[in-house]
């Protein structure tokens, strides 16, 4: 989340699209209701389904599942054409007068530079054209033809009312009214907030749908204010603080990312990634990268990490490729990838295309599951009648499993979606012989440091060298832990105003990553999070919810990153002169001398309004990104692309470009996906609000609450194939079928698509075949092994099927 | 079951006053059904709280589930679809005890004590008095009450008199994420309920108003619903529910006069055969029969 | 003598068993039924193991009741056919019950007030039963809908009180004209007591000796 949980109740707009905040976060959706009694908020939800959400919104707007660029991109064209912009705030804060440098194109459903061999672009003419003075040319009267502006408006020109509502399936007049309420959030003293999960994610096209609605944010200026900004409402308790300590293949904590295999050289790995300012007297925080690098490898590798060693940077792996899960598992069933590490984590379920994983993991050598769970994936190997029908004498695997704690039974920080690290404490020791995490990795680990040093070994270094100095060396405390990604001193660190005084001494806390150093004297676990564990104690622990403003910045409730900052680029809360744009929202503000406020200003804090800096000071030209450059895959304004499982056949503004053109596509999974002749139904998996992932059919009550697994199809559907409610029904794709109870609702609605009736059918994804709940199929059986372009989350929410009585 | 003895306002089959020298003030839940988002952890905190536990079921076609109360379960959510002037609405309702202050349960029960209301409100059953008739089910208007097939006790939601007694809200108030359900004393409730009414009106909702029905002297659970002109469509809630007639004539004074009434009849033979002596053999037959002596 | 065989047998021994098997059921039926008839009455279940037992046991003294009064209903049906002598005796009644039995008709082995007692007696039973079916929570209540229930549970009250006073009448009656429980216990009456209560059945029973 850009803002928090607490600040919904600040917007006057709140849209749930992709996702569905009642039924996936009822907790925090109590913000939304706060909105609608305290606030007298609007509350939308535009969901191929009238969901638990939309029970309580003031309007549902029904749109085909995988369309939501087609929406929000008609949004854009909406706000553009009536001329429904916060213009002070799209003028200042935006890239919009910037100029694109000659040579970029949008032909046909392609952008300039593409390899369809490669399936990927040349990015090179996704950039800014360069002034004399090597910075980015703009032209503040936006009347250029090639400003990003002018560039928006000619993309999202075909996006028009009667173009969304063909692809989308929503009816005309219900998106010119959710466009209306829109577009009253532009002035400046009212907000919209978009709230999203999964529902976005899960997508071939899942990041660009989420950089949509941002854009829309930007136009309307509700990005940095209080009821403002892009919301992704996470979907595991910590699954933010995952991301945040480096969960993808290609990063290192806090955001950092492992080099590639090109990069061999450190200055360049540095260079690459400390981008230079593109416009003058811009902050453009990443020039700072090298002193997170550096405190990162000073902690991971303490005195063996030297400037002259460049810090360990040689002890890096350096990608080929990514080596997200889908990649994994197809090295798995190519049989490249012959031993498996799975903590947390049940692929089997969680993961498309159930007999590709079946079979991947029968050509494993080994597996081990670390899981507080009996999951499916351990289980894999056993027969289990229909629900998992594979002859266990012919699987060799070796599965080795350890009994892990869960949450509860352990101390530890969760990082919200509002990324607050809070700290909780055990509440109750864990049963038999399981360990924590922390306890079953640090054996492993010491296990095999002793086995490297006996028996020596290939490239030892990393193991040898790596920082390993807990209280108990075979059970690292969670204190400990978190004292580590806090980071420290290695050495009396000099005040920068005055050389003569320390601001740290030796082995001290740091206060933040402000302290952070390039040059060895400070170590850090994950920069973002400095400052969770200072000299004055664990800062995540704290639960002071008193909130001066009125807005619910509690700032002395827990530690949130980055810098107990709870609304990021709430310098654009203020208008170029510093002032609020609407005092009722005053986050941060210039008092004359300094950015002062009820947050921590995402600032310099003495950077005076008229030096001209710009509030998104991430980015090195200032400003947020209407148009991305090289950032996304598939181009820098997002293109309606259809599921790579279409119910329509074609993708009616561009029919020759019709899925997302630089989505990785495994060569044997391109021939699994299935045709809309044979699969005729729109399909989107999705969880229920009785059930957590395949975690709580192992619980009674989450068990007696919804007990056997359904699916959900609309009257019309249901009366064509002679299904009533409560039937036993057969749902088929191109890679398998489950058996459920069919639940007949009226809210699903078939919706008119391009000249075609287009169905949903609706899969709940909780059962598998363990736990106590009625045993059920694994909904990823019917899933396509596909992902986002940009992050290869996999595209569950749209795919084909056809359902019959079973 | 209770912790509160001396706040008996009524008690079931029992003719002479209660322990009710202790006055607590008059207390509601109010279930925001346009707030409510189904999402049922009123119904987990429930059976947490009360530690019971239904049988894991199977799905019927709908979300509900379990499909109805049951001994086990005493609250359920009930979700309705209904196409109304503003097109689809799925309305989800909480089910459960209404607490009336004229409790048709209360009426019809025969065992003393089995069940009770306190000054508060609640109308709570005591399993320990209970002998198992059903007949609070008879009595109940808005079928509530469900007999055990484990111990022949009947249960309900005890608006959790056990957490109330002792200063807290009932465990489905303090578990409901969206304020869906809170918890108050009656005029705070009715205040609230007021704002949320008002609020609803403003967003189109012009029936919108307070479920507290007078045929059963108001209740101590009480709705705020958005069509409240059309409670029916609520799965089934009554639009005006009362006490059976049935109920009352079973219950009400017939039963009392009619004992007086059997009483009346011994005596008036009694003093049939006192005044009126005792209808024997005439003497000039039994002359005629003197043999058979 | 009790059983002195110049005696006339007015009930045979299995109609005296069969009748007072379904006056023990009767009581066991109505006190334990009166229990949850009226508060007043509760303490009654103490006679039956406390207010569960009583609540287990009632219906199934009604199921006994069925099969006991049935057998009675079936044996004297016959003997109970209302004549128009019989309506004409109960038309005089009051004469009756002021002492005054000058102008009654002659009775047959039952009056017409013994017979009229049994035709409502027999109604009250299948009120009785039917109702208590429907209001038998444990095995059959959840087969009809609640307003059934309730009007069963009314009906059940009222045909328990109504037959309730018939017995207390049937009773009273007995005691009344004496002699008559001789005839339950023993099944002989007097010839004298047949002329004076029974004349027709008297002279159907001698052959129309004097």
């Known amino acids: 989340m850009t803002n928090h949980w607490v600040d919904i109740k600040n917007a006057n707009v709140i849209i749930v699209m992709g996702g569905n905040a009642a039924e996936a976060h009822p907790c925090g959706f109590k913000w939304v209701t706060e909105a609608k009694a305290h606030n007298h908020a609007t509350f939308v939800v535009v969901d191929p389904r009238f969901t638990r959400s939309a029970a309580v919104a003031d309007l549902y707007v029904p749109l085909r599942t995988g369309t939501d660029i087609a929406f929000l991109g008609g949004v854009i064209n909406y706000l553009l054409s009536r001329d429904k912009l916060q213009h002070e705030y799209v003028k200042a804060y935006t890239n919009a007068p910037f100029i694109v440098k000659e040579g970029y194109e949008f032909n046909d459903g392609l952008f300039s530079g593409y390899d369809e061999a490669a399936r990927t672009y040349d990015k090179s003419t996704w950039a800014y054209e360069a002034g004399p003075d090597g910075y980015a040319r703009l032209d503040v009267t936006m009347q250029h033809p090639r400003c990003v502006l002018q560039l928006l408006k000619k993309h999202y020109s075909r996006y028009t009312p009667e173009a969304v509502s063909n692809i989308c399936g929503t009816p005309g007049d219900t998106f010119l009214k959710v466009c209306e309420l829109i577009a009253t959030t532009s002035v400046p003293d009212r907000t919209l907030t978009f709230l999203y999960a999964v529902g976005w994610t899960q997508h071939s096209v899942g990041s660009q749908m989420i950089r949509t609605a941002a854009m829309v944010q930007l136009l309307l200026g509700n990005v940095g204010m209080a009821g403002g900004g892009v919301n992704a409402l996470r979907g595991h308790s910590n699954i933010q603080g995952l991301t945040d300590l480096g969960l993808m293949s290609n990063l290192l904590p806090g955001y950092l990312t492992l080099p590639g295999e090109k990069e061999t050289d450190y200055r360049k790995y540095i260079g690459a990634r400390a981008f230079k300012p593109l416009r003058p007297g811009q902050m453009d925080y990443w020039q700072n990268y090298e002193k997170f690098h550096v405190s990162l490898m000073k902690s991971w590798f303490g005195n063996a990490a030297t400037k002259d060693n460049n810090w360990c940077f040689d002890w890096l792996p350096k990608l080929d490729k990514i080596y997200d899960v889908l990649q994994a598992f197809e090295l798995m069933h190519q049989g490249k990838l012959n031993g498996y590490f799975c903590q947390g984590f049940n692929p089997l379920a969680s993961i498309p295309n159930k007999a590709k994983l079946t079979a991947a993991l029968s050509r494993l050598k080994y597996l081990v599951v670390i899981d507080p769970l009996d999951t499916e994936t351990s289980c894999f190997w056993e027969n289990h009648g229909k629900y998992n029908d594979v002859d266990p004498a012919r699987i060799q695997t070796e599965v080795i499993r350890m009994p892990s704690t869960c949450f509860a039974e352990e101390n530890g920080s969760l990082t919200n979606s509002g990324r607050w690290l809070q700290w909780h404490y055990r509440g109750a020791p864990p049963p038999g012989d399981a360990k924590p995490d922390a306890e079953i990795i640090a054996g492993i680990f010491l296990k095999l440091r002793d086995m490297y040093r006996k028996e020596g070994g290939a490239f030892p270094d990393p193991i040898l060298s790596l920082t390993w100095d807990y209280d108990i060396p075979h059970s690292p405390a969670p204190e400990e832990l978190a004292k580590e990604y806090n980071g420290k001193a290695l050495a009396d660190l000099a005040d920068p105003k005055d050389p003569a005084k320390a601001v740290l001494r030796k082995g001290q806390q740091l206060d933040g990553f402000i302290q952070l150093r390039a040059d060895g004297s400070t170590s850090c676990g994950c920069w973002i999070f400095s400052g969770a564990w200072t000299e004055k104690g664990n800062m995540m622990a704290r639960r002071d919810n008193s909130d001066p403003s009125g807005l619910g910045n509690t700032l002395g409730w827990a530690f949130a990153w980055p810098a107990n900052r709870r609304i990021l680029y709430n310098r654009a809360s203020c208008d170029p002169s510093g002032k609020p744009w609407d005092p009722n929202r005053r986050l941060v503000y210039w008092d004359g001398s300094k950015w002062t406020g009820f947050d921590v200003p995402d600032f310099k804090p003495d950077s005076a309004p008229s030096e001209g800096m710009g509030p998104f000071i991430m980015q090195p030209e200032g400003v947020g990104r209407l148009f991305a450059l090289d950032k996304m895959a598939e181009g820098p304004f997002p293109e309606h692309y259809e599921p790579f499982e279409t119910p329509i056949g074609t993708n009616p503004l561009h029919p020759k470009v019709i899925n997302n053109p630089a989505a990785r596509v495994f060569r044997d999974d391109m021939k699994d996906f299935g045709k809309s002749r044979d699969f005729p139904y729109a399909a989107t998996s999705y969880r229920v609000t009785e059930h957590f992932h395949f975690w709580t059919k192992h619980t009674r009550i989450s068990s007696i609450l919804q007990p056997e697994q359904y699916v959900e199809i609309g009257e019309d559907l249901a009366k064509e194939k002679g299904i009533k409610a409560g039937d036993r029904v057969k749902v088929r794709s191109k890679r398998g079928f489950i058996e459920a109870v069919a639940v007949v609702t009226k809210r699903i609605r078939p919706l008119q698509v391009n000249g075609e009736t287009v169905h949903h059918v609706g899969i709940p994804i909780h059962w598998g075949f363990k736990g106590i709940a009625r045993n059920g199929y694994l909904a990823n059986t019917l899933t396509p092994f596909v992902g986002d372009a940009n992050t290869q989350t996999p595209e569950f929410k749209s795919f084909l099927v056809n359902i019959e009585k079973a | 079951m209770a912790l509160q003895s001396l706040d008996i306002t009524r008690r079931s089959a029992t003719t002479t006053p209660s322990p009710s020298q202790r006055k607590t003030q008059e207390v509601v839940k109010l279930i925001d059904v346009s707030k409510c988002i189904g999402c049922k952890a009123c119904q987990a905190a429930c059976m947490e709280w009360n530690d019971t536990r239904d049988k894991i079921g199977t799905n019927h076609g709908v979300l509900d589930n379990p499909m109805d109360l049951t001994a086990n379960s005493w609250t359920v959510m009930r979700y309705s679809e209904v196409e109304t002037g503003r097109g689809l609405e799925w309305l989800i309702r909480k089910d459960g005890c209404m607490h009336c202050a004229d409790p048709g349960c209360l009426k019809a029960c025969p065992a003393p004590g089995a069940i009770v209301q306190y000054s508060n409100g609640i109308v709570d059953f005591q399993e320990e008095n209970c002998i198992g008739c059903g007949y609070c089910i008879t009595g109940c208007p808005f079928n509530i009450p469900r007999l055990s097939g484990k111990d022949g006790k009947v249960y309900k939601c005890t608006l959790c008199s056990d957490r109330v007694a002792v200063g807290l809200e009932p465990a489905c108030a303090k578990t409901c994420p969206t304020g869906a359900i809170v918890f108050g004393t009656k005029d705070d409730m009715i205040h609230h309920a007021e704002g949320r009414v008002a609020d609803l009106k403003s967003r189109g909702f012009a029936e919108a108003g307070i479920y507290d029905p007078l045929g059963v002297g108001g209740t101590h659970v009480m709705y705020v619903l958005q069509h409240a002109d059309k409670p029916g469509i609520y799965h089934g809630l009554p639009k005006d529910p009362s006490v059976s007639a049935m109920v009352t004539l079973w219950k009400g004074a017939v039963k009392p006069i009619a004992s007086f009434a059997l009483a009346a009849g011994v005596f008036g033979a009694f003093f049939h055969y006192v005044t009126k002596g005792p209808n024997e053999v005439s003497e000039e037959i039994e002359k005629e029969f003197k043999d058979e002596k | ?210």
């Not at chain 3, 508060?39 to 219906?59: A, D, E, K, Y």
């Open chain 3, 1 to 210: 003598m009790k059983n002195d065989p110049k005696k006339l047998l007015r009930f045979t021994p299995m109609e005296r068993a069969n009748h007072w098997l379904t006056a023990i059921i009767f009581f066991l039926a109505a006190l334990s039924g009166l229990s949850f008839f009226h508060p007043f009455f509760f303490p009654l279940t103490q006679l039956f193991g406390g207010g569960v037992w009583t609540r287990i046991l009632h219906p199934f003294f009604g199921v006994a009741m069925l099969l006991s009064f049935g057998g009675m209903f079936f044996r004297f049906k016959q003997q109970n056919v209302i004549t128009p002598a019989d309506r004409e005796w109960l038309r005089h009644v009051r004469e009756m019950a002021g002492g005054d039995d000058r102008n009654m008709p002659e009775a047959g082995k039952f009056n017409g007030g013994q017979k009229l007692l049994f035709w409502l007696f027999a109604a009250c039973m299948a009120l009785l039963i039917l109702s208590g079916i429907v209001i038998w929570r444990a095995y059959f209540s959840f087969l009809f809908p609640v307003e059934a229930v309730r009007v069963a549970s009314v009906v059940h009250a009222a045909a328990a009180a109504v037959m309730i006073a018939l017995i207390i009448f049937h009773i009273y009656a007995a005691i009344w004209t004496r002699e008559s429980i001789d005839a339950m216990l023993y099944g002989r009456v007097r010839r004298a007591w047949a002329r004076q209560h029974h004349p027709a059945w008297f002279r159907q029973m001698t052959g129309g000796e004097k």
